[in-house]
């Protein structure tokens, strides 16, 4: 019937307010004029229908505040990531020097995927760019930890070192990768 979320959420809440107004200039008729019972079936079915309504309004605007916060969240989420990855460890050349590197977080964006509030049909598009963002992650950051256990816990030269920093930030790395998933979800995120 409507398309629009708040267009629904408006006219239920119009269609609820106006019922309670007439059930009240209704009850306002027969207080006055005890002595003609007819008014009080439709009195009572205005506030019930009315009631009903608001329970409809109730539940449509709190889960479009539920929604709100968890996509709030998964922006601030996404907003941190980029962040750390324009961190000095992944920009600057650091040559022959080991790094411990910061990791990507997904807390939010997994809590967002529990939650189900994603699971519409319209926002089919954006749960699987969660989902494919948050495997990215974890892709990510487990190249991480191999990388700082090849590089701390086994004897290498410097060279390969170098070969280690240099395929972390090239072109066609798997930071540029993610650089670039992240950027499209983040402009591909509604709000």
């Known amino acids: 019937m409507f398309k629009d979320a708040g267009v629904r959420r408006t006219t239920v809440t119009v269609l609820t307010y106006g019922l309670l107004a007439l059930a009240f200039v209704l009850g306002v008729v027969w207080f006055l004029w005890p002595d003609n019972s007819r008014w009080e079936p439709a009195v ?24 709100s916060e968890i996509l709030r969240a998964v922006r601030d989420e996404l907003d941190e990531n980029q962040r750390l990855l324009n961190d000095e460890r992944f920009t600057t050349e650091n040559g022959r020097r080991r790094q411990i590197y910061p990791r ?20 089919a ?58 950027t499209a979800l983040i402009t591909s995120l509604p709000g």
Request: glycine fraction near 4%.
């Open 44 to 67: 009572n079915s205005l506030t019930l229908v009315a009631g009903l309504t608001g329970i409809f309004v109730e539940r449509l605007t709190s889960e479009a505040e539920r929604r």
């Open 104 to 123: 990507l977080i997904v807390s939010a964006v997994d809590s967002a995927l529990v939650s189900g509030i994603l699971a519409r049909q319209r926002e």
């Open 125 to 182: 598009g954006l749960a699987d760019q969660l989902h494919r963002w948050r495997d990215t992650v974890h892709e990510f950051n487990r190249r991480l930890d191999l990388t700082e256990l090849r590089t701390f816990a086994e004897t290498i030269s410097d060279e390969e070192l170098e070969n280690f920093q240099r395929a972390l930030r090239g072109p066609d790395s798997y930071l540029t990768a993610t650089r670039e998933r992240l």
